[in-house]
């Protein structure tokens, strides 16, 4: 008999710290990467708390790796995340890169977005090096440049 928390629940984009296929799996050891995917009209920021979010913004694009969840790990990644006080959880159409010539297929993504303070911040110097780290890993799994050099 399967067990119900072990099954695939969600697809989850991850566009920070979860851009890393090695963070998630570290973080949510039941996860699938199964690739990337582009987010448009969506900028990524630094907001108010310190903390990565994703707001809208006109002809702006976020890059993201894409995982399978399972309920075991959405529940992990909800208290971890915040969820409902600092993030909160959306279903948002993204477009998953599926070969290198970026040919694009839409699909919803789990993300969590910060709803509630769309400002911009300031972005801690350490947090740049880790995170710039963390982005490379995501990168090496097939990342575009351009997600860099926008940190």
Known sequence: MSDPEREFTALY???SSNLSPVTMRQRCPGSLYIG???LRDYKWIINSTSYASIIPSPVEIVY???YFLSGKDEKA???SE???WLYEKQYLNVHRIVDVKEEEKAVKALAYVDVQR???GTIEPDYIVWFRKLSSMGCRAGCQAIMLRSI
Request: charged share 15%; net charge negative; aromatic share 6%.
């Open 36 to 38: 990337l995917a582009v």
């Open 82 to 84: 915040g969820v409902p």
């Open 64 to 66: 993201g790796s894409l």
């Open 13 to 15: 984009l991850g566009y």
């Open 77 to 79: 990644l909800d208290t």
């Open 118 to 120: 769309l400002d911009e």
